[in-house]
């Protein structure tokens, strides 16, 4: 069977042909760093950029070490936010098809009675929420006692305060020589601190943002006073082959921005902290399908949304810092294609973006609408 590499070629037949289903033509730079070193068994802290491809990076070496004969949970991966968790639910399975390896969900907020009679189905791999995890091990309905590899995915996020005590029993529960595997987007030095605290000597791989990723994207501005942006942001909305992604730092903007496009016959999906568990799905199902042309996203609600389609990233809010400027960038143009972010900046935010750029070493140019069209 001809690999791309003898990387793919050193795991188990079902992963090979997996691979060669896939279309896959080569390993990222973060799997070819962290397939060998996880297949070894190594405590790994890996940071890689969104799209990056981490979630293989972990997974095809965790699955290689299951026995489909052993009839307990083996792989135990964590993430902080429900549609993540379903997404690394459908890569185990597509993974780990004709493997006679079985996979579980188990998210906060749906029903628990349902989520045991999974756990009675003895799966290999279960893919949850922390809170939820650590309520089924407490309550001995989930064991833990066969686990040999644990991944927290999004580990910025698990190690914030509603989590870090969840995971905290988690890591505790499972035996002591598990591997565990920590990885995220951004690992800033005091989660890497958190992470090394949890750890016995962690290889720390780190990939660099993709300068090539960012600068196939077009980054551009309209500059607006505050109360103008929702009449840009609509002209955006409306404008030709639209499937954006757009990001405020504030729950209410989204809000009224919403209700304003849907005043005046336009619909968008919203997403944000407070956002009901059907609200989210219900969103996130309709920009899928294209219903709607905009999800509208505070960045935490975005964490784990991998649609490889979106044409426009919008900032109705700056980014706060260049890490959030370039996760927000990594939305779109993704698996090759081109793309673009706008920005829609006040004259005080004008300044910062402009730095960001030059810093990312960016062209940011300046546009305005003309007939529909950004010129």
């Given at each position: ?177 598990c591997q565990r ?37 077009d980054h551009m ?103 959030q400027y370039v ?49």
């Open positions: 069977m001809s690999n791309p590499s003898s990387i793919i070629a050193a795991l188990p037949p079902y992963i090979q042909e997996a691979w060669e289903e896939s279309g896959f033509k080569e390993l990222t730079p973060i799997q070819k760093q962290m397939i060998p070193e996880a297949a070894a068994g190594k405590n790994i802290i890996a940071e890689a950029p969104t799209g990056s491809g981490k979630t293989l990076a972990y997974l095809l070496p965790s699955l290689q070490k299951i026995n489909p004969d052993i009839k307990q949970a083996q792989l135990i991966i964590t993430a902080s936010s429900r549609e993540l968790v379903m997404q690394i639910l459908d890569n185990v399975n597509i993974w780990a098809k004709d493997s006679g390896i079985k996979a579980a969900a188990l998210i906060g907020g749906a029903n628990v009675k349902r989520q045991q009679e999974k756990l009675k189905k003895k799966p290999h791999v279960i893919v949850g929420t922390p809170g939820r995890l650590t309520e089924l091990a407490k309550s001995k309905k989930l064991k833990l006692h066969e686990v040999t590899t644990v991944v927290l995915d999004e580990a910025d996020q698990l190690f914030a305060k509603e989590h870090i005590g969840e995971v905290d029993h988690l890591m505790k529960a499972v035996m002591k020589d595997i920590i990885c995220s987007a951004t690992i800033p030095p005091h989660v890497e601190k958190q992470a090394k605290e949890r750890i016995e000597a962690p290889e720390v791989i780190r990939i660099k943002m993709d300068q090539d990723h960012l600068e196939r994207v501005y309209l500059v607006a006073e505050r109360r103008e942006k929702a009449k840009l942001f609509r002209k955006l909305v409306n404008m030709e082959g639209m499937y954006g992604l757009a990001f405020s730092n504030d729950i209410h903007e989204l809000e009224t921005f919403a209700e304003r496009l849907e005043y005046r016959g336009k619909n968008v999906g919203v997403l944000h902290g407070t956002t009901s568990k059907q609200e989210r799905e219900k969103a996130i199902k309709s920009f899928r399908s294209g219903e709607v042309p905009v999800l509208m996203a505070t960045d935490v609600a975005s964490r784990g949304l991998d649609i490889e389609e979106v044409s426009h990233v919008i900032q109705l809010d700056l980014a706060n810092d260049i890490q996760h927000r960038s990594g939305r779109t143009g993704r698996a090759g294609k081109s793309g673009t972010v706008v920005s829609i900046v006040t004259e005080g935010e004008k300044e910062r973006l402009l730095q960001i750029g030059d810093k990312l070493g960016l062209q940011i140019d300046e546009k305005t609408f003309s007939h529909g069209k950004l010129v």
